[in-house]
């Protein structure tokens, strides 16, 4: 099956740092999607976004659907970006089921 | 977008014993979705639900375990059987967004300790 890989797996940031978050998966996808798990364990959407650039607020996002692979930006990061980041994948050919990476935790330090 | 509501939000439970776990949606939805999230780790999908016909399970589930009800458009239940303290995760239900675009969203989870 389809393989999704996040980078870095751990980050530790200061407020108002930046941080590029990765995912890389191993075929063609018809669907991409962003979430991040907060503290109570809900998964909150951020990117729909099987292709192009979205941006919302701090956050933006860039999927090359060509070269598979995705990046999700964080800008002058706050406290209450902290969580788990994951990138998850409806894989070509699949049912609309979404195949998840491992997750990023995310700590930021105020 | 689809708004979730998950019961119950947490529980403790003996081992040998069942739980089942309730998804409501605020709308229509044709497909829902049951997964696992182990502690520490990442979501593993259980099964698929749509009305009116059995869940699909993916390898690594059956239905004995975690047997899967669908009776309408906007519900969901999902039992953990004969429960052992390895099942001890999360559990969330997903849904596809009802206005046709693929994007799916998840409800609050239930946390699920087994003693």
């Known amino acids: 099956g389809i393989q999704v890989e996040q980078s870095p797996p751990d980050l530790i940031l200061q407020e108002g740092a930046n941080s590029t978050l990765r995912c890389n998966f191993s075929?063609?996808?018809?669907?991409l999607q962003w979430f991040h798990q907060n503290p109570w364990g809900q998964l909150i959407n951020l990117f729909y976004?099987?292709?192009g650039t979205k941006q919302n607020g701090r956050l933006s996002a860039t999927t090359v659907a060509t070269e598979r692979y995705s990046l999700l930006y964080i800008s002058s990061s706050q406290t209450t970006d902290s969580g788990v980041y994951f990138c998850a994948v409806d894989p070509q050919g699949g049912s609309e089921k979404l195949v998840f990476g491992k997750g990023m935790k995310l700590t930021v330090n105020p | 977008s689809a708004v979730i509501s998950q019961k119950p939000s947490r529980d403790i439970c003996q081992r040998g014993t069942s739980l089942t776990i309730q998804c409501q949606v605020d709308?229509?939805?044709?497909?829902m979705f049951w997964y696992r999230q182990q502690p520490g780790q990442s979501l593993t999908l259980i099964a698929t639900a749509n009305q009116g016909s059995e869940a699909t399970y993916e390898s690594g589930f059956v239905i004995d375990k975690f047997p899967i009800s669908r009776p309408n458009l906007t519900f969901s239940t999902l039992t953990v059987s004969n429960m052992s303290p390895e099942d001890s995760s999360i559990y969330l239900c997903?849904?596809?967004?009802?206005?046709?675009?693929?994007?799916?969203?998840f409800g609050p989870g239930t946390r699920l300790t087994v003693t």
């Open positions: 075929d063609s996808v018809n669907n």
């Open positions: 976004i099987p292709s």
């Open positions: 709308s229509q939805v044709t497909m």
């Open positions: 997903s849904v596809e967004d009802p206005s046709g675009i693929y994007e799916q969203y």
